[in-house]
């Protein structure tokens, strides 16, 4: 249940929309496969803290820094993939499918336009490096010291990866094809679609700058997390129902001309 709770975080869902976006155009396959491989790079990290942790026991604690620098990798990721998605609608004819844009500049390097299996559990990897992400795989290390040792720290951060699976595996999965038939059905609604993905990644990440500024925000925001992973999903698929009616439009309009 925590992994699947995880798996809901709306900079997770929003990060792997904007990869499966970045990624549809030049290799379906691996976009419909985004979600899992950001899960399986996130949940290596886990049972690979959880297992050290066992060994250590007591001897270590996670360090607090780790709670803004996990903040501004998640922030980093999410605002340059919705520039991307955002500038690649700007920048395509108006005649052709928003077309896939590469990053130039060297920010984030090109973990920005991860197009290899590698690189998209590697941004899976570095979300990882969190204080709260951190702190639960902990959690699984003190529990399993208590109750049997290493074998059930493992077991617990199986059981975690594979609720983030589930979660953001279906979601990488969903979008994929939410984005297919967009492209399919028309020009409009590929944009729309492109700058529904990129606008959600640029609006996570401003959240994640708010939270981080200002307090009040972080404490309401607080226990909140399956709202906002909720609102994600909601808003890219009524941006699907929105983009296939505004491309039947015109042709309900041509036939009552023609009439």
């Excluded at 928003?98 to 090109?110: C, D, S, T, Y």
């Excluded at 979660?167 to 990488?172: I, L, Q, Y």
Aim: aromatic content about 10%.
């Amino acid at each position: 249940m925590l992994g699947l709770k995880h798996g809901f975080d709306a900079d997770h869902l929003a990060t792997i929309d904007g990869l499966t976006r970045f990624n549809m155009r030049s290799n379906p396959r691996l976009a419909r496969f985004c979600g899992v491989l950001f899960s399986l790079g996130h949940g290596s990290v886990v049972i690979a803290i959880a297992l050290a942790v066992t060994t250590l026991a007591q001897q270590w604690q996670v360090p607090r820094w780790l709670e803004a620098f996990g903040a501004w990798v998640s922030i980093g990721f999410l605002a340059t993939l919705g520039w991307v998605n955002v500038r690649a609608v700007l920048r395509a004819h108006p005649t052709e499918l928003v077309q896939r844009v590469g990053f130039k500049g060297r920010f984030l390097g090109r973990l920005v336009h991860a197009a290899s299996p590698g690189l998209v559990a590697l941004v899976g990897v570095l979300f990882a490096l969190s204080f709260d992400t951190i702190s639960q795989a902990a959690l699984f290390a003190l529990t399993a010291a208590q109750t049997g040792g290493w074998q059930h720290a493992l077991v617990l951060g199986c059981l975690f990866l594979l609720g983030m699976l589930i979660t953001d595996g279906v979601n990488g999965f969903w979008i994929s094809r939410l984005i297919y038939r967009a492209d399919q059905v028309a020009l409009v609604a590929s944009r729309v679609m492109s700058l529904v993905v990129g606008g959600v990644s640029l609006l996570v990440a401003a959240f994640g700058v708010a939270r981080l500024v200002l307090p009040t925000i972080d404490a309401w925001s607080e226990g909140k997390e399956l709202l906002f992973g909720a609102t994600v999903i909601g808003v890219v698929a009524a941006s699907f129902v929105v983009a296939i009616r505004l491309t039947r439009r015109p042709a309900a309009v041509r036939v009552s001309m023609s009439e």
